[in-house]
């Protein structure tokens, strides 16, 4: 590809409303243009990097035996009703209407159309395994759309569903695809991880994020630097602590802290480490009819040391905590006598049900709130003082240094950005859409499930935000706009640096590398600012100075200063900087 025959559009300044790096980088080097609110045009520069994103994509879904199939982005809301997430999935799902008033929905993920196809064509165990994917248009009404392509309304991404037998046979599938993906991003050459995670709404018991480790990154990572132990926070699990509780050693006591009314500060007053202080959470779930009308609400009160943050996931999946709700005001009032701020488990106005962390269960003469504004209660301890909680469990967020769930060391906390999700899914979908297959008896069974997903164009932000420095964006090379750039100086007056440039763009065009040639005759200093910006990964200068010399001048964007080579040789130094 020459400059002049392609579209270049570099911008000084990033727009206004651009905030994290790879947002205002991508604005910047013409990657993409903003339409609306979360939604942007995929401008040439920046199809060039989605393209090669979703090749690499392709090459190792085909590998794994995956079979490509596309589905439509508008999609039967008979479907989603079947699975009951046409109601479920919340305003995140765009509805729309025909001119029959007929409901469909803009597609954010397939699973309800790939299940109708399963149990439309496939209809015997022989026909097992199988596993279908699409690269496509997704589309999630974001609240609030922010980051460019990080976390946008539209956007490309790859999903594969895979169909089995049984739980061993699905479970097998699962495997193919994370070591798929594990090659896909190997691939990339970014750094990553794959961590254990939760699975969400979406469902399932098995599942794993792939995660682009960046200093900007959105989530919490948590690994273990003396194991293969990764997590997201959601799912890393905090371990009970070792040995008996303490024994008391303090009587209990009404203390005054006047304007006290959080952890830290009542520490500070008392002079005790914040370790020492619980703090109280006040939950509420709710029974309904079937009008959906609240007919018994139950209050809970979770328990937790003052040092430490409530893991809603892990809170979630406590029995009767389903779906649980922060308490009201008035809720609260009612049952603690006393606005928050100040509450504890001791002095209750009604019965709650109370839970408490792990670490909690097994503290001694601890403070927590009086249920009286400007109070604290110490030396407070179980069975002594109050009757042991109704539940103990993991409710908390790891932080650095909690041991490892593996036993082999301590954990460590770093930021990523998710890019990939594996899930077994089970029959979750299958039986909610009656698909199934007939098996060795002739008797129907439902589908085995794992889906698994990419996102295309959130990818390429991730690498950004891994990837740049204050000149801008340095692309690994799989996925670089352009490998190679040549900038011939002067091109439009020499005729010498005119054909070695030419020869030289030939050459590498013959051994196949992605290279441009800038021929639009723009001044060293503009044209290198271009190229910096948009983070092509090689450059080679071709000047009248340096030919005379019989070199041209190459450097990477990450090299400090350029390095001469002569001209004979360039193409072989380039094509070996590549093979790095």
């Known amino acids: ?83 009951g997430r046409f109601e479920k999935m919340g305003p995140e799902l765009l509805r729309i209407s025909d001119r029959h008033g007929r409901d469909f929905v803009v597609q954010p993920t397939s699973e309800e159309v790939v299940t109708d196809i399963a149990r439309q064509e496939l209809r015997s165990y022989k026909q097992l395994p199988k596993n279908f994917y699409q690269i496509q248009t997704k589309f999630r009404d974001e609240r609030r759309p922010r980051f460019g392509l990080m976390r946008g309304r539209e956007f490309i991404m790859k999903d594969a569903y895979s169909f089995d037998r049984d739980q061993a046979a699905a479970k097998a599938s699962y495997q193919v695809m994370a070591q798929a993906y594990r090659r896909i991003f190997d691939r990339f050459g970014l750094t990553y991880r794959a961590v254990a995670a939760d699975s969400g709404a979406i469902g399932g018991d098995l599942s794993e994020e792939f995660q682009v480790i960046a200093a900007t990154g959105e989530d919490a990572i948590v690994y273990c630097p003396g194991s293969d132990y990764a997590a997201n926070m959601e799912k890393a699990e905090a ?18 802290t006047p304007g006290k009314s959080t952890c830290a500060d009542v520490a500070e007053l008392l002079g ?33 040391r003052g040092d430490h943050d ?12 389903e ?17 928050p701020g100040y509450l504890g488990p001791i002095g209750l106005q009604k019965p709650v049900k109370i839970v408490v962390d792990r670490e909690v269960a097994v503290m001694a003469d601890w403070v927590c709130g009086a249920n009286e504004a400007d109070f604290h209660i110490t030396g407070v301890n179980w069975g002594r003082d109050l009757p042991e909680p109704d539940a103990v469990a993991d409710l908390r967020n790891v932080v650095a240094g909690d ?68 000149r801008g964006i340095i692309w690994p090379d ?103």
């Open 310 to 321: 409530m893991n809603e996931i892990k809170v979630n999946k406590v029995a009767g905590l």
């Open 478 to 580: 799989a996925i670089a706009p352009f490998t190679v750039v040549i900038c011939p100086i002067g091109m439009d007056r020499s005729e010498e640096v005119k054909q070695a440039a030419e020869k030289l763009y030939a050459e590498m065009l013959a051994q196949g590398v992605d290279v441009l040639l800038d021929d639009r005759g723009e001044r060293p200093g503009a044209m290198f600012a271009d190229w910096e910006l948009i983070g092509v990964p090689h450059r080679v200068t071709i000047g009248d100075k340096s030919l005379k010399e019989g070199v041209v001048e190459y450097q990477h964007r990450r090299d400090a200063a350029a390095t001469k080579v002569a001209v004979s040789d360039v193409a072989a130094h380039v094509k070996g900087r590549m093979a790095v």
């Open 239 to 256: 371990l009970a602590p070792q040995g008996p509780r303490p024994f008391p050693s303090q009587a209990m006591a009404k203390t005054a």
């Open 403 to 470: 041991p490892s769930p593996d036993g082999k060391g301590v954990l460590a906390i770093e930021r990523g950005i998710e890019v990939g999700h594996v899930f077994y899914l089970g029959t979750k979908y299958s039986r909610a859409m009656n698909a199934t297959f007939l098996d060795e008896n002739g008797k129907p069974q439902p589908f085995e499930m794992g889906c698994y997903g990419i996102g295309i164009t959130r990818l390429p932000a991730a690498a950004i935000e891994q990837n740049h420095d204050e």
């Open 1 to 83: 590809m020459k400059a002049s025959q392609f579209f270049i559009s570099t911008l000084k300044e990033a727009p206004a409303d651009a905030e994290v790096v790879s947002h205002k980088l991508m604005m910047r080097a013409g990657l993409i243009k903003k339409l609306g609110a979360g939604i942007y045009n995929y401008m040439p520069m920046g199809l060039r990097v989605i393209r090669k994103v979703e090749a690499i994509v392709r090459e190792e879904m085909n590998r794994a035996g995956a079979v490509e199939c596309t589905m439509p982005v508008i999609q039967p809301a008979e479907l989603w009703q079947e699975t």
């Open 323 to 339: 779906n649980f709700r922060f308490a009201t005001v008035a809720e609260i009032e009612d049952y603690f006598g006393c606005k």
């Open 272 to 304: 005790l480490p914040l370790s020492r202080t619980v703090k109280s959470l006040v939950l509420a779930t709710d029974t309904t009819n079937e009008h959906g009308e609240i007919v018994k609400t139950q209050v809970w009160l979770l328990l937790l």
